[in-house]
C-alpha cells in the first residue's frame, strides 16, 4: 500500500527529470529551440499516460481478484 502514495511523486520527479536533460547551450539555436518543443509535447503527452497506469494500479489493489497482483 505505501507503494501506491509514493508512485505518483516518483513519477512527477521523473518527469521532471527528463524535463531537465536537456543541453542549455544549443538552447538559443532553432535547433534547440524545436527540440525544447518536442521534449515539451513528450512530457504533456507522457503525463497523462502514466496517470492512467496509476490509475489502474489502485483499481487493481482495491478491487482486483489476482493476489499476485497485490
Given amino acids: 500500500m505505501k507503494y501506491t ?3 505518483p511523486v ?3 520527479a521523473g518527469a521532471l527529470t527528463v524535463a ?3 543541453d542549455d547551450s544549443s ?4 535547433a534547440g529551440a524545436a527540440g525544447n ?3 515539451r509535447a513528450f512530457i504533456a503527452d507522457m503525463v497523462p499516460h502514466h ?6 494500479a ?3 489493489l482495491s478491487k482486483g481478484k489476482s493476489t ?3
Fill in 5 to 7: 502514495k509514493i508512485l
Fill in 51 to 56: 496517470q492512467s497506469a496509476v490509475t489502474m
Fill in 58 to 60: 489502485n483499481a487493481e
Fill in 20 to 22: 531537465g536533460c536537456g
Fill in 10 to 12: 516518483r513519477l512527477a
Fill in 27 to 30: 538552447s538559443d539555436t532553432a
Fill in 37 to 39: 518543443a518536442v521534449d
Fill in 68 to 70: 499476485k497482483l497485490k
